[in-house]
């Protein structure tokens, strides 16, 4: 491999990226052991559960860095100060009657439901506001801070994070100056270190470990470089840039480089040519873009993404804007780490918002959780009919179509079908018109409701994912804890974190069944063979549910893992100084 953008060599990995699992295979994560070399974590994100989560990227913020700080580490998380003041996207609980229940700040809606949530009572960090320059000029920023669950928690406030919609855009689509937002949230996770030091605060020192996620957080590694350490700040830091979704590069015009206050050096970083499609004309140059992901790779010390086969996908097979080629180049610094989940908010046994509560040793909750839901839904309250529930963003990605196409199909199986979505309109008005025509046995529920996803994941059978692709996906993760069987398309880490029972020989094994291509037949063929286990072998059913209640999908193992790959980052860096 040649010399980095930096002129810096890329140094080979500690091991190589580890080929996918073969099927048969149980996928289990491996025990944790205590740092005994603390670090001084940064993370950047776009979005944090529960303060504005969307997705995700959320809840990984929302639990990771707890994870790391439980392992020693000094954890700060610094993200915008989503204020929208909407309330859209509550609205089923609002129009339903079903209030969230009085818990934490997890049970409320996404960032449109702010109030309460410990981020009201973070406190304004003194010393006036962060001058930032970005855009021309200088950007008055100011700092909001708590501390929780051993992690400070640093929100930016800046009237562009003050509108209504979700931290990225509204009904009418991505906020225009999304570039600008988020450039200016990555050029405050560099400053607020620093403020908080010069504050009275904590000091993290000069080698902080800044992790950066998705393209919105991209930028901070080329503006670590190019605006901090080449002034002789953060000499010692190292920057990983973490990879939830591939499918946002955040690409741009080219001109608006000219926003960013980079020097005109960086642009060879950022700019991008998406290389010709198959059976194009390789002399095809495209027009230049930006691309802000593009920039994060080529100035990370170490990539992460949240599935070791999504790592294989990434760099092995085309990909949005051909950025695979650049991916596969960087694949010695790449490494695939399955996300765990927050056990405390997903936990059957004590989950203030589902009706019943239950557990692997006794499952009597789980039934009363599906009749309560059925009831809910206004279904026949049939307990053997198999509930088959699916639950996320409606777009491509997630494979809504599919499931809809699958309907005839699934109400041949005697099967009842819930979904709960929200995203692009077309599939929206998609769902509620299906709910006319199969309403007796299909219900929609358009919106996001972080109480109805609980429930749907306690009182389901089947969890239904025919993501066409799914760097991680958590949805799978939360239906096995609960007692609910995936069948899943096997991609990304769902091939990752599903074991499929019928890839085991006498059925003795696996946690659900996934299915590939991500084609109508094979849906239906994997429901049907779920749908024969549940119906003629309960025992055999039950063990399926049991072990998928029994995997640990805990943050303990992912934590561990992260924390290898940032001290190999570290020691590189050392390394390179010497
Ligand atoms: N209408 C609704 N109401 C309530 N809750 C809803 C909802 N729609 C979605 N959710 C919740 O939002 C989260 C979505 O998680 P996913 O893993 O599907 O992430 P997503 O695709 O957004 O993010 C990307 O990042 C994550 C994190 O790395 C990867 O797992 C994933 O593969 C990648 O695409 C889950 O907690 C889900 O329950």
Redesign the pocket.
């Known amino acids: 491999m040649g010399p980095s953008a930096w002129g810096r060599p890329v140094l080979e990995p500690l091991e190589p990226l580890a080929p996918r699992a073969p099927q048969g295979t149980r996928k289990t994560r491996p025990r944790v052991t205590q740092c005994t070399e603390p670090l001084s974590i940064v993370f950047c994100a776009a979005e944090v559960a529960p303060w504005s ?1 969307t ?3 959320g ?2 913020m929302g639990a990771l860095p707890q994870a790391l700080a439980a392992r020693g580490h000094r954890v700060t998380v610094v993200t915008a100060r989503h204020t929208n003041g909407g309330a859209d996207v509550a609205r089923y609980d609002g129009a339903e009657g079903h209030a969230p229940a009085p818990r934490a700040a997890s049970a409320l809606a996404p960032c449109n439901a702010l109030t309460p949530s410990p981020a009201a009572a973070a406190q304004v960090v003194p010393g006036g506001p962060l001058h930032i320059e970005l855009g021309g000029g200088r950007q008055a920023v100011e700092l909001h801070r708590l501390e929780a669950d051993g992690v400070e928690w640093l929100f930016v406030d800046h009237p562009v994070f003050q509108r209504p919609g979700t931290p990225y855009g509204d009904a009418n689509g991505p906020f225009e100056d999304n570039l600008f937002r988020f450039a200016l949230l990555s050029l405050a996770a560099l400053e607020a270190p620093l403020r908080i030091a010069a504050s009275g605060g904590r000091s993290l020192g000069d080698d902080v470990t800044f992790i950066a996620n998705d393209w919105h957080a991209a930028l901070l590694p080329v503006f670590l470089r190019s605006r901090y350490q080449e002034g002789g700040a953060y000499r010692g830091a190292t920057c990983a840039l973490a990879i ?2 591939l499918a946002h590069q955040g690409v741009f015009p080219s001109h608006a480089f000219n926003g960013l206050s980079l020097p005109g050096g960086t642009y060879g970083l950022l700019e991008w040519r998406p290389p010709p499609g198959p059976g194009e004309d390789p002399n095809n140059h495209r027009e230049a873009t930006l691309n802000v992901l593009k920039g994060g790779v080529e100035c990370a010390d170490s990539l992460i993404t ?1 599935s070791q086969n999504y790592a294989l996908e990434i760099t092995s097979s085309p990909q949005p804007q051909g950025i695979h080629t650049l991916l596969a180049q960087r694949r010695a610094l790449l490494r695939g780490i399955v ?1 765990g989940i927050d056990t405390r908010e997903w936990d059957p046994s004590s989950d203030p918002l589902i009706p019943a509560n239950y557990s692997a040793q006794d499952l009597a909750g789980k039934a009363a959780c599906k009749r309560a839901l059925q009831r809910e839904l206004r279904l026949e309250p049939d307990p053997r009919a198999p509930l088959v529930g699916f ?3 409606l777009d491509h ?1 997630k494979g809504p179509d599919l499931v809809l196409e699958s309907l005839p199909a699934l109400a041949a199986l005697g099967c009842q079908v819930v979904m ?3 995203g692009a309109p077309d599939y929206e008005a998609a769902l509620q018109e299906a709910t006319k025509t199969y309403g007796f046995f299909f219900r929609a529920v358009v ?4 109480p ?2 609980h429930r749907l994941m306690a009182g389901c059978d089947i969890l239904l994912m025919p993501s066409r692709f ?6 799978q993760l ?1 239906a096995m804890r609960y007692g609910t069987v995936p069948v899943a398309h096997a991609t ?2 769902l091939a990752d974190t599903i074991d499929d029972v019928s890839a085991f020989d006498g059925g003795e094994e696996g946690t659900g069944w996934t299915f590939s291509p991500a084609t109508l037949d094979a849906l239906a063929g994997a429901v049907a063979a779920a749908v024969r286990c549940y119906r003629s072998s309960p025992a055999a059913w039950g063990a399926v549910v049991r072990r998928g209640m029994a995997a640990d999908h805990s943050w303990e193992g992912a934590a561990e893992q992260y924390e290898k790959v940032l001290l190999g980052a570290k020691e590189r860096r050392l390394a390179a100084a010497v």
């Open positions: 989560k997705g995700g990227l809840d990984v939830h979704n949240v996300n639950v996320g963003r990605q709960l979505g929200s919106g996001f409701s972080v109805l996803a799914e760097p991680c996906g958590l949805n939360y990304g880490g």
